[in-house]
């Protein structure tokens, strides 16, 4: 287990390398030149090169990665070329915001995926399956932004029972992560019924109940403990969606998080920023992953003990 | 009572001879104050200087302080600050983007301690509007000195409110209790939250969440004003409106061509499509709001005599083009607009939305006029100065072209940069009007730019609350605000 | 399997067999239904639409819906119906083209990288992983900021991100086909590898692509929405429905009318979309009966 | 049970997979229930536990009658599901098929036994723990405390099967229904599984319900007999009865069919399966020339690799140094357990596994390297049959485009030559043209083996390896298929390579068996010599274990041996032992050296 880990680990590193190199060329291929944007309009020339040589922009582009990598490898990632602040102090506050909404939605996503596509796998066929997973798949079909306004429209201006943004306490989470889940838990539950159906027929099932295991035994403990196998790598995947739609969903309920921040910077060409948050992003997505994959060792005996 | 301000985009970071955006300068003139400063309606109004006395060259201008004021930190105001203040933007190390305010400063002598004189290398007419420019704030120099460049992220001012806390979206000030004006601040706080989605903003002011916004679209004024809790709040502005024409280039080099051109635009209905009806025709290259501004008429409608123009040009099909502009909504839809009244005098234009950074690399990185892309641009200006000049100078000076300024337009014209610096070259507003009056006729007739309109400014408020304006740059005064 | 008919001989094709259990899926043959009648009517926009796209009418502007103006009119008079008529052109191109782009080149990679294994497979998976790790829609504001705003990009854009998603699933199937008995039947008779591929891999891994491509061709179309509405979308006047909902959204409360029927025409799409995508599933999951 | 029917589906797909069925199951008797695929017996077994509901299956009419322990009579046609449910466990209990499959992969053994005992007889867990571990040691599997703890993964064929049958018997149930419960397993360990189950039977006295097609386990275990076809009863007799005086034609046909062991012992040449109203068979003397197939010390070794860095951990040595020879016309059998190697050695020689070692010469010429050339002559000279005709055609291909491919891909003909070959072909293997059109889900197994066998045709091999071809058909299909075969043989003078573990069939078609153990041949000589005079200990033992059709030798008294297979996965360096076979008789090899633990 421990190697298994230790292995992905490994992996994940090489990943976030080519991640970085991606992003550090990327960021320089976009037309723009953040020196220019920093100097501001008033800027002359002479300036603009002042702040060019202060952003670290000179030199060809390889020599810049190599101090670019070794800067961040010591943890220094730079100072945000807009506010002049260190760009740690820039993400770190914007940081949990953004991770806590896309936990709290990936929390209530999951829960709700499963258990309505555990029930209409059960009822698979009859009206419960069919208004479940037309409601479902709907989920994932609303432009996101759309849906976030109209439940500000709702909730919040018509009813007033939750506040438009911000992140200030629990009600302020609810629209957020619900118009950033909606999607994963559509698509979480139309995943849980495929699977739980397949496993449902399965001999071991009939194993089940031929030991006279009662019908809620069969479904939680025989079945669905089978189709969470599937499913959990699914939510990994799931989770990278979750982090690109936080930019939107940041947007319409003006969260403080990571997602704005990274739409702002890449108008501002801000490279370290932009630098920063991608390699930020890919690093929770492949840690994510990695959890994911952990878990799906617990529920998946053969891949632990091998 | 707290105030909570919900505004269009983020505040990158609060030091204000740094600050290149309008909305910053907003926050930061809740803790910071200058020399001078502006009303509500732009006009110039002593602040932390009694008055001011300049020679007849407008190269010295000398400064009489108040004596009542000190810092958030307890550091007194004076004349020593004021030239600490100053020889920082001023000092070329410190990469400050607004040190062409002080430029022209040669060096600052500090009379006593209550009176600081101006020396400058060049005569400067509109200095005065450059020492209520926010650019010129006056810090307190025991914070500038313990923080260094951190002071952008910890502001200390003379300002009715302290500073907080700040992040790029949300800044929270408190009252100063003692504050130099009597009787203010009326409110204990004020939060300025970054909103950037209309719907969400506007939602944020129907539910209470914020007691002003700035701006209101104009779109939704309609529904703001059907809610009885609610102010619309509407104002000129010195925001104008133009597209700018490449006249280097072909087709655009032919002032037959650019006549036509603002021939074929129908202002009236640019306005109501494009600002529901909440925004003026631009009768001059500047807005109406601006100094020396001298009304120059209006290119009327009349897309035959476009046509006949085009003809006589040599374009009897028209020709196609490539309109550039920003990609909010609103110049989307601006440029959709353009692109619908070319299309009625046979102009085929390819609306292309750009991305800021691609839009500034394109447009003010060109080094040579020949290398300029560009062949329309929808753009905007608001002169921060208040001034003709800096409505002028920048956009139409043949000196101006990038990278040096923004003069994007290429525009050159002996006569017309004659009188541009005539009217830098006096403080006397008698001799600058007669010169900027001249420009602008010049520029007029010239028509670099196809001239649409100036913004009305748009704010949504809170009945319960008074006393916040929104000046016409689009900078927001708190000073005076008051919740019942 | 457990239990094996022999001796019961059932005369079905493969592809019958597969329309059979497919058209007893009500819900996605009306879904299968409704997109093809999307698609007719984007076809035939020329002769249906009852007003053109982009001519503007500005004394008519924001007129609510009415009898001449089914969906009302937009900020420039212009027939919202009329619009989305012709939307769709641009929208249903801009969910199937992207996404079949990116299945395309998703699929050869998956192909090579699960056919050829080793240190090819290891590196086109690596490749995957950094496209995977960035999100799908910086990805695509990246692309879309290299390469400009508009239509085409976003079509790029959305393919680059479609890639990785389809080499993995293409390349699970080929792994698992690979190990198949008639593959190594195949290969043991001396088949090359590109019949082999051609012949015995790929069509393998249709049914799984082909299911997955419905499903992704919904979410892309949103994804166009979402890169409009941070206003890197469509060009103007370009129809494209999440423009249109994008551009439409700060009259909500005042003509919503803007918003609610490019919404309805995105949703309907998707949703019909993702039905048939999971009834294309069904269909083909013979365990599923 | 009386009358029974099922029904599948409804409207026009509506399908009776039973009809009219009556059946009698006394306490502590064993009835055998026989048929071929699809006759019905599975659902048989489903509608008396009912489990047929979720099968999508209902019971259309008749009843159940079912004395419980409490002395009731019970239909369990019309039982609510929720009695159903109390009384599978502890009344009724059922053995699967699928020892692989039937295991819930994601829990403990003793979580599984232990939750029927907590179930049904309100127990507490640790003494429900203990009572799996008595249930454990009672199907006799070694260190049951430490198995409780294992996953089903972590168990070989054998053991899950013995984990099933101790689940089911964990409450004692009045009636136990085994639905093939030995299908899966090879003849050594189906013997320990059904000497089991007979003596746990008599030991609790239950009536047991036994579903086979195997005429074999039938004369071994059962009681009385209930011949199914197509969802109806033809026949139902003691045992003796039905093997003595089979009286349904069927019946008949069925027992014909059925591979006997020795019943080709004074024979030296193979002989086809009788057919009815064929010409009875003749041996066939086919075996000519010099060695067309030559293998020497072929080694085959897969590597197991652990840890972070992939590790190399040890080596499965599924093939070591096997040896011998195939001449044009000649059947060599190769028999042996489950994961002995046969197949191994099998795909080695067409390199569908890479071998370490050893040379393969084809026809004089040496194929061990491949290049252009050898590669093209090994794949055209050699073709591979494998075990199930499903698997192995294309299901998204037509049968006749299969059948092309090898000579599309050796370019052996072109045009519209193919399709005449391939007809022809068709023809061969007893289909007609028409069959090509075809795709392979439209033919029954035994066509589909056939299309198989004329695939490997196609590319005139010299040499086909059938791997287990013939195990997954029905008997009677297996026998055609088997003669099919031989006829072949007879008129290209093919040799083949047949790999299997049914002991019969090699008595039926074989020249010579080679005998495999933990990757090495034990035993390689004629046919006659030894089956009849098998010399190697591990022969001797793998001939005892073939059940044999006559009731009246069943039981031929020997222990049961519950020894599993040791294991050929070994450490890096520890090189198993080898040494050259010792011939006993004319061209009869057996090897003298310790091979595993075992001998
Ligand atoms: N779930 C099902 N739906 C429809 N038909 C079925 C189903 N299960 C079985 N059948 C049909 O019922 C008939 C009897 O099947 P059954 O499984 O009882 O055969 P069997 O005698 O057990 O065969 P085998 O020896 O292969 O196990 C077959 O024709 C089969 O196709
Ligand atoms: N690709 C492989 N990788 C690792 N081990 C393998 C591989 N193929 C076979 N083995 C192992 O090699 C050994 C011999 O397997 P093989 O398939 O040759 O046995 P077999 O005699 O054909 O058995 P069966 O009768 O079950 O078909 C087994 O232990 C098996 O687990
Ligand atoms: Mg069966
Ligand atoms: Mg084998």
């Not at chain 1, 709290?104 to 069919?130: C, I, N, P, Y």
């Not at chain 4, 002559?377 to 049959?385: A, C």
Request: with cysteine.
């Amino acid at each position: 287990m421990l190697a298994f880990i230790l292995r992905r680990l490994a992996g994940t590193v090489l990943v976030l390398l080519t991640v970085s190199v991606f992003v550090f060329g990327f960021v320089r291929l976009l037309p723009g030149d953040p020196a220019r944007l920093v100097a501001g309009p008033d800027a002359t020339a002479e300036d603009v090169a002042a702040v060019r040589a202060d952003l670290g922009l000179e030199g060809p582009v390889w020599r810049q990665y190599v101090r670019y990598i070794g800067q961040t490898l010591r943890g220094d990632l730079g100072r945000s070329a807009k506010t002049r602040q260190p760009v740690i102090a820039e993400i770190g506050a914007r940081f949990m915001p953004t991770l806590w909404l896309t936990l709290v939605a990936m929390g209530w996503s999951t829960l709700f995926g499963l258990a309505v596509g555990v029930l209409s796998g059960v009822k698979r066929g009859r009206w419960e399956d069919q208004t479940a997973m037309v409601l479902a798949v709907s989920g994932v079909s609303f432009p996101s932004f759309w849906l976030g306004l109209l439940l500000i429209d709702l909730f919040s201006v018509r009813l007033g029972w939750l506040p438009t943004g911000g992140d200030d306490d629990w009600r302020s989470f609810v629209l957020p992560s619900i118009t950033l889940g909606a999607g994963v838990a559509a698509v979480l539950a139309r995943f849980t019924r495929s699977a739980f159906v397949e496993v449902a027929g399965e001999d071991y099932v009939r194993t089940a109940r031929a030991k006279g295991v009662p019908e809620r035994g069969v479904i939680w403990k025989h079945a669905l403990r089978n189709a969470l196998i599937p499913v959990v790598t699914m939510i990994g995947l799931e989770f990278g969606f979750l982090l690109g739609g936080s930019i939107v969903v940041e947007t319409v309920f003006s969260w403080p998080g990571l997602g704005r921040l990274l739409v702002d910077s890449v108008s501002f060409r801000d490279y370290p920023v932009i630098q920063a948050e991608i390699l930020l992003f890919s690093t929770e997505f492949v840690l994510i992953n990695l959890v994911v994959d952990v878990l799906y060792a617990v529920v998946n005996p053969e891949i632990r003990l091998r | 009572k707290d105030l909570v301000i919900g505004v269009d985009s983020n505040m990158p970071h609060l030091d204000p001879a740094n600050t290149n955006d309008t909305l910053s300068q907003s926050v930061e003139r809740t803790m910071y104050q200058g020399l001078f400063g502006f009303d509500k309606d732009m006009k110039l109004i002593p602040a932390l200087a009694e008055k001011v006395d300049s020679d007849e060259t407008a190269t010295e201008f000398t400064f009489h302080l108040r004596h009542d004021v000190t810092f958030h930190d307890g550091t007194p105001f004076n004349a020593e600050a004021v030239k600490v203040n100053l020889e920082r933007v001023m000092n070329p190390e410190n990469h400050l983007s607004r040190r062409s305010l002080v430029s022209m400063v040669s060096h600052v002598d500090v009379v006593d301690p209550y009176t600081v004189k101006f020396v400058l290398s060049q005569p400067f007419g509109a200095f005065v509007n450059n020492m209520a420019h926010p650019g010129t704030f006056m810090i307190s120099p025991k914070a500038l000195a313990q923080y260094g460049k951190d002071i952008a992220t910890h502001p200390v001012g003379t300002g009715p409110f302290k500073f907080v806390s700040f992040a790029t979206d949300t800044v929270k000030t408190t009252k100063y209790e003692s504050y130099w004006k009597p009787g203010l601040p009326k409110v204990d706080s004020v939060t300025f939250k970054s909103v950037p989605e209309n719907g969400s903003r506007f939602a944020m002011l129907q539910t209470g969440e914020a007691q002003f916004i700035a701006p209101l679209p104009a779109e939704l004024v309609k529904a703001a004003q059907g809610i009885p809790t609610l102010n619309v709040v509407i104002s000129p502005s010195i925001i104008a409106r133009y597209v700018a024409l490449n006249n280097m280039r072909k087709p655009f080099d032919d002032v037959r061509v650019r006549e036509a051109l603002n021939y074929a635009v129908d202002k009236n209905a640019f306005i109501k499509i494009v600002f529901s009806g909440y925004a003026e025709p631009l009768d001059a290259p500047i807005p109406p709001k601006l100094a020396f501004y001298s009304k120059q008429g209006e290119w009327p409608y009349d897309p035959a005599k476009a046509k006949a123009l085009l003809a006589e040009a040599g374009y009897p099909d028209g020709f196609s083009a490539e309109l550039w502009g920003a990609t909010s909504t609103l110049a989307k839809r601006a440029m959709e607009f353009l692109q619908q009244q070319f299309a009625a005098v046979g102009v085929k234009i390819t609306v292309s939305p750009l991305e800021a950074g691609v839009s500034t690399a394109k447009l003010w990185n060109v080094q040579k006029p020949e290398d300029a892309t560009m062949q329309m641009d929808f753009t905007a200006w608001s002169s921060s100065t208040g001034d003709a000049d800096w409505g002028l100078r920048p956009l139409l000076d043949s000196k101006s072209f990038p990278p040096n300024l923004f003069n994007i337009a290429y525009f050159h014209s002996a006569e017309a940069d004659k009188a541009i610096e005539a009217g830098l070259g006096s403080a006397d507003p008698a001799k600058r009007a007669v010169a900027y009056a001249e420009a602008q006729k010049i520029i007029w007739k010239d028509a670099p730019w196809v001239f649409l309109s100036v913004d009305q400014l748009i704010a949504g408020e809170s009945k319960r609350l008074s006393g916040v304006y929104y000046m016409p740059d689009g900078g927001i005064l708190t000073e005076e605000a008051a919740l019942n | 399997m457990s239990e094996m008919a022999i001796g019961t001989v059932r005369i079905r094709s493969p592809l019958g067999e597969f329309w059979r259990r497919f058209t007893r899926r009500r819900v996605a043959l009306f879904a299968g239904m409704v997109i093809l009648f999307l698609i007719l009517a984007a076809i035939l926009a020329p002769w249906i639409a009852p007003y053109d796209a982009t001519t503007p009418d500005y004394a008519n502007v924001l007129s609510g819906p009415s009898f001449t103006h089914l969906a009302g009119t937009d900020v420039f008079g212009r027939d919202i119906f009329s619009r989305i008529i012709w939307g769709g052109r641009v929208s249903l191109t801009v969910g199937f083209v992207s996404v079949a782009l990116g299945c395309i080149a998703g699929m050869v990679l998956g192909l090579v990288s699960g056919f050829a294994g080793g240190f090819l497979d290891s590196l086109i998976m690596r490749f995957c992983d950094v496209l995977l790790a960035f999100p799908g829609i910086l990805l695509a504001i990246a692309v879309v900021a290299v390469l400009g705003p508009g239509i085409s990009n976003v079509v790029y854009a959305i393919a680059v991100f479609s890639m990785p998603v389809f080499a993995r699933l293409v390349r699970g199937s080929t792994l698992a086909l690979k190990q198949t008995v008639y593959v190594q039947a195949a290969r043991s008779i001396g088949v090359r590898k590109l019949p082999l591929i051609l012949y015995h891999i790929l069509p393998g891994t249709l049914p799984g692509v082909i299911v997955y491509l419905s499903l992704r061709i919904g979410t892309s179309i949103l994804t166009a929405a979402a890169l409009s509405f941070i206003g890197l979308g469509a060009q103007p006047p370009s129809p494209e429905w999440g423009a249109m909902l994008s551009d439409g959204r700060s009259y909500l409360g005042v003509a919503d009318h803007l918003t609610v029927f490019p919404g309805i025409a995105i949703f309907v799409t998707v949703l019909a979309f993702n039905l048939l995508g999971d009834g294309l599933r069904d269909a083909l999951d013979q365990k599923l009966r | 049970m009386r009358g029974l029917s099922v029904e599948f589906g409804s409207g026009v797909e509506r399908v009776t997979a039973v009809r009219g069925l009556d059946l009698d199951v006394r306490a502590g008797e064993t009835v055998a229930i026989v048929g071929e695929s699809g006759s019905g017996k599975s659902v048989t077994s489903l509608a008396i536990t009912r489990l047929i509901e979720h099968a999508g299956g209902k019971i259309a009419s008749g009843r159940i009658g079912f004395t419980g322990r409490d002395g009731r009579v019970r239909d369990l046609a019309t039982e609510t599901p929720e009695s159903m449910r109390r009384l599978r466990g502890p009344e009724l209990a059922m053995v699967f098929q699928e020892p692989m499959t039937s295991l819930n992969p994601v829990l403990r053994i003793g979580e599984q036994i232990a939750e029927a005992v907590m179930l049904h007889q309100g127990v507490g867990h640790a003494e429900a723990m203990a009572e799996a571990r008595r249930m454990l040691e009672r199907v006799r599997i070694p260190e049951a405390q430490r198995q409780l703890t294992r996953y089903p993964f972590q168990l070989s064929g054998g053991m899950r099967q013995r984990v099933m049958i101790a689940m089911a018997l964990s409450c004692r149930p009045r009636l136990l229904i085994a639905d093939e419960p030995t299908t899966a397993l090879d003849v050594t360990v189906q013997a320990q599984v059904l000497r089991l189950m007979a003596s746990l039977q008599r030991e609790l006295g239950m009536g047991l319900m036994f579903i086979t097609h195997d005429m074999g386990v039938v004369a071994e275990i059962a009681d009385r007999v209930v011949v199914m076809r197509n969802g109806e009863k033809v026949e139902e007799g003691t045992a003796e009865r039905i093997f003595d005086a089979p009286e349904h034609p069927y019946t008949r046909a069925l027992l014909a069919a059925v591979p006997a062991l020795g019943s080709l012992a004074t024979e030296r040449l193979p002989v086809p399966f009788e057919v009815p109203d064929g010409p009875s068979p003749k041996p066939q003397d086919t075996v000519r020339g010099s060695p067309v197939l030559e293998v020497r010390d072929l080694v085959t070794r897969f590597d197991v690799r652990r840890g972070i860095f992939g590790r190399l951990a040890g080596r499965i040595h599924a093939v070591e140094h096997v040896s011998f020879d195939l001449r044009p016309g000649e059947t060599l059998a190769m028999v042996g357990e489950s994961g002995c190697g046969k197949s191994t050695t099998g795909r080695s020689i067409i390199r569908l596994e890479q071998p370490q070692d050893g040379t393969i010469r084809l026809a004089g010429r040496n194929v061990t390297q491949l290049d252009g050339p050898t590669e093209k002559l090994l794949h055209r000279t050699i073709q591979y049959v494998f075990q199930d005709p499903f698997a192995s055609l294309d299901p998204r291909l037509t049968v006749g485009f299969s059948i092309a491919e090898p000579i599309r891909t050796h370019r052996l003909l072109a045009g519209a030559a193919v399709e005449q070959q391939v007809h022809a072909l068709l023809e061969q293997v007893g289909l007609t043209a028409q069959h090509a059109q075809r795709y392979p889900h439209e033919l029954s197994g035994g066509q589909r083996q056939r299309v198989c066998i004329a695939r490997a045709l196609a590319s005139e091999p010299r040499v086909i390896i059938a791997d287990e071809a013939v195990a997954a058909l029905d008997v009677s299909i297996r026998a055609q298929v088997v003669n099919l075969m031989m006829d072949l043989q007879s008129r290209f003078g093919v040799a083949y390579l047949f790999i299997t573990h049914d002991m019969a069939v090699v008595e039926r078609i074989a020249h010579r068996v080679a005998v495999m153990y933990l990757g090495q041949i034990v035993e390689i000589g004629p046919r006659q010599s030894v089956m009849e005079d098998p010399r190697h200990p591990y022969t001797r033992r793998l001939l005892a274990a073939v059940p044999v059709p006559d009731p009246r030798r069943r039981w031929r008294e020997q222990e049961v041996d519950d020894s599993e297979v040791p294991s050929p996965l070994r450490a890096i360096g520890d090189l198993p032992n080898i040494e050259p076979l010792v011939e006993v008789g004319p061209d009869h090899f057996v090897a003298r050296h310790r091979v595993g633990g075992l001998y």
